[in-house]
Nanobody, 124 residues
């Protein structure tokens, strides 16, 4: 069983930055993808970004491309999401997830374990 714990959320003004971390522990997959999703009140969960653990290939939603950067720290079993130029519409609960496959998918159902989420609020 994989455990995922997010941290780094908070309140920031529009145009500001935040960095989210997702620490993984427990069972690890030989091939895996780590993803970030977000869910705003009254909306469905939305794909944000993903990274292939081995090789580092990344993929982003169009809404965050050029503003967010996903990366991994293999030594710490941690995935980071650097969020710059934040907008009020980025406000949501952000969750990380792991997929036991080397292929990136943007659908939540394709992921096998989830963290509890961290709140990001961007004020205008």
């Amino acid at each position: 069983q994989v455990q995922l714990v997010e941290s780094g959320g908070g309140l920031v003004q529009a145009g500001g930055s935040l960095r989210l971390s997702c620490a993984a522990s427990g069972r690890t997959f030989s091939s895996s993808v780590m993803g970030w999703f977000r869910q705003a009140p009254g909306k469905e969960r939305e794909f944000v970004a993903a990274i292939r653990w081995y090789g580092g290939y990344t993929y982003y939603a169009d809404s965050v491309k050029g503003r967010f950067t996903i990366s991994r720290d293999s030594a710490k079993n941690t995935v980071l999401l650097q969020m710059n130029s934040l907008k009020p519409e980025d406000t949501a609960v952000y969750s990380c997830a792991v997929r036991a496959s080397n292929y990136i998918t943007t659908t939540p159902e394709g992921y096998d374990a989830w963290g509890q989420g961290t709140q990001v609020t961007v004020s205008s």
